[in-house]
């Protein structure tokens, strides 16, 4: 598979590419490490698979600013359900934090985007923290990706609660683009981990930010919404900012396949 330099990755004072060096992998795994702060070894990356990944139906991409530095880093790997459907499942990314809010994250799915489509995946999925707004925010109202799935304890341990998401690779158009715009209810923290109907529409109200206090508490009311929706046969393709206190999930009815 060629490495070549991924041109419609590239922003503002930063570029990104396909690793392809044994340093760049060494340097990803350690922007990895410090990015997300850990200390045991059990949460480490192995430059080395980073390669073999890279080589065999995965990804591993970086950012790179101007003087060379990696300030982000992606990596995933061809995955299957049990379904047999194919996809690329993007594992993990990291932004430096002094260049958080710059579009590098965006940057770095669009890099795996092009990769996952050389290797002739048609969709990705990854996982995220449901209580994070934000990243729900970024994942499928900016990316477009829809929630399909809830994963209590994802990584086999507790609070590694997960949602997950699949994006669709294709030029095909959204078919939730005009419902992703639809704007949520009166809600308020009263609400968090509860469900509001609106039409063909449910949403799921979640802290904007949630304070470590209320974690415990709000994590299993939130993962009990999400999961009774996805059983009723909804999927998730919208989140935002209801006030400076509250966000909320949209859940509508899947879209089925032809």
């Known amino acids: 598979m060629p490495h070549s330099l991924v041109e419609s990755a590239a922003g503002v004072g930063f570029s990104c590419r396909q690793l ?22 059990d949460y480490s990356l192995n430059p080395n698979l980073l390669s073999a990944l890279a080589r065999n139906g995965g990804s591993a991409v970086g ?6 530095a990696l300030i982000g880093f992606a990596y995933g790997f061809a995955g299957r359900d049990a379904r047999g459907e194919d996809f690329h499942y993007s594992q993990a990314a990291a932004v430096d934090p002094a260049h958080q809010g710059r579009g590098v994250g965006h940057a770095l799915k669009f890099a795996q985007r092009d990769i ?14 449901p209580l994070i707004a934000r990243n729900a925010h970024f994942n499928l109202s900016s990316l477009g990706a829809v929630g399909i799935a809830f994963e209590p304890d994802y990584y086999g341990r507790p609070d590694t609660d997960r949602l997950v998401v699949s994006w669709d690779l294709s030029e095909t158009a959204d078919p939730y683009r005009a419902v992703r715009e639809a704007r949520p209810p009166v809600l308020t923290r009263t609400d968090w981990g509860t469900s509001t109907a609106t039409d063909a529409a449910r949403w799921i109200a ?10 415990s508490s709000v ?4 993962g009990q919404a999400l999961a009774a929706s996805l059983h009723d046969g909804l999927v998730f393709v919208a989140a935002m900012r209801v006030d ?14 032809p």
């Open 20 to 41: 392809t060096a044994y340093s760049e992998f060494r340097d990803a795994a350690a922007l990895y490490t410090r990015v997300f702060e850990y200390t045991d070894r």
């Open 63 to 68: 950012a790179f600013a101007p003087d060379g």
């Open 116 to 129: 996952a489509r050389r290797w002739g995946q048609r969709s990705m999925r990854w996982t995220f923290d």
């Open 206 to 215: 979640l802290p904007a930010a949630v304070a470590s206090e209320e974690r």
């Open 219 to 222: 994590r299993a009311a939130v």
């Open 244 to 257: 400076e206190e509250t966000a909320a999930y949209l859940a509508v009815p899947r879209e089925r396949k």
